[in-house]
């Protein structure tokens, strides 16, 4: 899963929190970036398949799940109340189930640089549901960034199939869009828990499911080493550590500022996929990649008003 710049913006207090706050939050993109790749690597091809992409979803939830209910007992962190139990299924429902069982399936069929690639206006996509959930009226050039980004993606997603659009691309866009659903409703929760706490409880009300489908799902044939380090890192880090390091240096450097370096993400997978599992980075992909993040972080910087009174 990939970090989010919805936490609540809090102003950086000294120029020491704001240096702490770009490290942190660079830290967290650069665990983020290592999620597709090591999902690959831990699901394999349709040539040469590894672990399930069902088991790496349900059971990376499971491990972190695992760690959240030490967290939460160990902080003494309180128990949602109300309505905020909606949100964490909704949450839960977008983060922990629909983005990694998409991604797993999808990357199974395409490559990471392509995933990488078409996952890049995961920022923009959360900014357009964001809009329309809080009733916002975002303006004439948001508008046009976010239709110029799907259309860099699907022209992107057409180029690479050489036939046209395939199966895969419709996952990725399908964990792009459960993705973003659950940014947004994590961070309506941000309002009377700590980031920290709402990914936790997102863990730990998915355990009752996660953890019985990833037993279910245990491989039954052996595979490679590789594979269960690729299923390691998405568990450890891309599930929960990445959180605490990306949500902490928005608190302290301020999420306007922090957030900005999370348009690098993509590129940075893209890179990563090429050492880890020789994937070729053809120039015309890093065209497509350099045109995707262009768009995200001009259509970041347009201008989205408030809801209209009623």
């Known amino acids: 899963m990939s970090g989010s710049s919805t936490s609540p913006a809090v102003a950086a207090a000294t120029p020491s929190d704001a240096a702490r706050g770009m490290a942190l939050g660079l830290a967290g993109v650069l665990m ?14 349709t040539a040469a398949p590894q672990l399930d992409p069902a088991f790496v979803a349900f059971g990376r939830a ?16 309180r128990r949602p109340r109300g309505t905020e139990w909606r949100l964490l299924v909704f949450t839960a429902a977008g983060v922990v189930f629909g983005w990694p069982l998409l991604l797993g399936w999808a990357v199974r069929h395409v490559d990471a640089v392509h995933a990488s690639v078409v996952s890049g ?7 357009v549901i964001a809009a329309l959930v809080l009733r916002q009226r975002p303006s004439a050039g948001f508008w046009a960034c976010a239709l110029a980004g799907l259309a860099l ?10 036939g046209g659009l395939e199966r895969a691309d419709g996952l990725l866009l399908g964990a792009v869009l459960c993705a973003s659903a659950g940014y947004v409703s994590g961070a309506r929760l941000s ?6 706490q709402v990914i936790c409880w997102v863990l730990v009300i998915s355990l009752p499911l996660t953890a019985p489908l990833a037993a279910f799902t245990w491989p039954q044939a052996p595979v490679a080493a590789s594979a269960w380090a690729g299923f390691a890192y998405v ?6 550590i990445g959180f605490f390091a990306w949500y902490r240096g928005l608190a ?8 900005q ?26 065209v497509f990649a350099v045109a995707v993040l262009a768009v995200v972080w001009l259509g970041k910087r347009q201008p989205v008003r408030g809801a209209a009174p009623r």
């Open 235 to 240: 568990s450890l880090f891309s599930m929960w």
């Open 153 to 162: 993606v699907i022209g992107f997603a057409a180029w690479r199939g050489a």
């Open 261 to 286: 370096v999370q348009v690098l993400q993509p590129f940075l997978s893209m890179l990563f996929a090429v050492p880890l599992l020789g994937e070729r980075l053809e120039a015309m992909t890093v």
């Open 121 to 127: 206006v995961l920022p923009l996509a959360t900014a």
């Open 32 to 45: 983020f970036a290592l999620s597709i790749p090591m999902t690959r690597l831990a699901g394999g091809s």
């Open 62 to 77: 499971a491990v972190a799940g695992g760690l959240s209910v030490v967290y939460l007992w160990a902080t003494g962190a």
């Open 191 to 196: 309002a009377g828990l700590t980031a920290e």
């Open 252 to 259: 302290l450097g301020g999420t306007l500022r922090v957030s």
